[in-house]
């Protein structure tokens, strides 16, 4: 209850401001489309790999028989057109790389001009990944294990229109260790900026295999971005260490990415149910926006190299222009230590979704309808202003 002037009572109606993002005309017949070309990009080469992998009895913690350890890193740089599958609508442009683990390299708000995800402008390699070479750009797709053996190599594709009108871009692999599956279809939809990535695990053997399943998206940050996780306590790998989120009890604001100087941030979202997380560039006045519904997919980390002397020479050391970047993770158990089993024959299916966000000055909620922000402003009266950054086409008026 606040008073006026005239000391009377009175309630104040806050003012609820509908701020909608500028959205392309739309033509009726519209169609997303989806085809096959290639990308030159700068790609850092490799020797030749070790012929010899270790058996799987003389390893301890990765078992990569019978694939061969890629260390054998350069700094040769040469162009290398690699074949790319592009998915594009009214608001989208996306691009698939099929020879690089099949993953997600370029998602393009084509109203802020704008990529979702880090468009690392070359293909530069650290020996990171289980078989050793890996390159940080757009979304990668982890299962059974962490940067797992094919994230660096061809996996199988296919793409296709549909009756509705969307398209679709399909990649996945079986894998020579367990014979586990993974299949990742991205759909994009006319007149949406959602993008979905529904996922399929399988075993086809004959035994039980250990999996989990995390995505893993790099999304381009400077100094002043914004993680938005929405959690009061973040856990350290292993939930060794649980943190109040996002001031730490050292008084740390760890949602800054300026104050990430204390070496890399790893941390797990514990303790929240929400279905969405993302990350604010105040930079672009944009942000990438992750959801999923807990049930299915209920695990959220993230992940920065941070600010420090070290961070900043990982920046050096996977790309040419020493951009940084932050991952947005989302898992199907609690933290990166946890596994569980597939059995024989056993499926599993759930989807995911990415969506931009642009000119609405930040992030508190999200769900398949789009990013909503509110704001508060104290002046003679209180208000609060909304705006909205649709997925669909929204009416011109509410």
Request: aromatic residues 12%.
């Amino acid at each position: 209850m606040l008073r006026g002037s005239s000391g009377s009572s009175m309630r104040v109606i806050h003012r609820i401001a509908l701020s909608i993002a500028l959205l392309s005309v739309i033509p009726a017949s519209a169609q997303v489309r989806v085809w096959q070309g290639t990308l030159t990009l700068p790609t850092y080469e490799e020797g030749l790999p070790d012929p010899n992998p270790p058996f799987d009895q003389f390893t301890t913690n990765r078992f990569n028989y019978p694939y061969t350890l890629r260390t054998n890193l350069t700094s040769k740089r040469a162009d290398h057109a690699w074949r790319a599958l592009f998915l594009e609508n009214e608001y989208l442009k996306c691009s698939v790389l099929p020879d690089i683990g099949g993953h997600l390299y370029t998602c393009t708000d084509k109203i802020s001009g704008k990529p979702m995800f880090y468009t690392n402008p070359s293909i530069k390699k650290a020996a990171i990944a289980y078989r050793g070479a890996w390159a940080a750009f757009g979304v990668e797709f982890n299962f059974p294990v962490s940067h797992n053996w094919m994230t660096m190599s061809p996996v199988s594709f296919a793409f296709a229109q549909h009756d509705d009108g969307s398209a679709s871009v399909t990649v996945g692999n079986v894998d020579r260790v367990y014979g586990m599956e993974w299949a990742v279809e991205l759909i994009l939809r006319p007149k949406s900026t959602l993008l979905e990535q529904r996922v399929t695990l399988g075993n086809r053997s004959d035994a039980r295999h250990r999996f989990y399943w995390w995505n893993n998206a790099g999304v381009e940050a400077w100094d002043d971005t914004r993680i938005v996780y929405p959690m009061r306590f973040a856990a350290t790998h292993g939930f060794t260490e649980i943190h109040t989120w996002p001031v730490d009890q050292d008084g740390v604001d760890y949602s800054l990415l300026r104050n990430h100087t204390k070496g890399p941030v790893s941390m797990f979202v514990h303790g929240s149910r929400e279905n969405f997380m993302g990350v604010w560039n105040t930079h672009t006045n944009t942000g990438t926006v992750h959801f999923a519904e807990y049930e299915d997919l209920p695990a959220k980390k993230i992940w920065s190299w941070g600010v420090d002397a070290d961070g900043l020479d990982w920046r050096k050391a996977l790309s040419d222009n020493e951009s940084g970047y932050v991952e947005v993770q989302a898992g199907l158990f609690r933290n990166q230590e946890t596994y569980a089993f597939l059995q024989p024959r056993q499926v599993l299916h759930f989807s995911e979704y990415w969506m931009p966000a642009r000119e609405i000055g930040g992030i508190a909620r999200a769900n398949r309808a789009g990013v909503a922000n509110l704001s508060r402003k104290e002046t003679v009266y209180s208000s609060v202003s909304m705006q909205i950054s649709p997925s669909p086409r929204l009416p011109s008026r509410l």
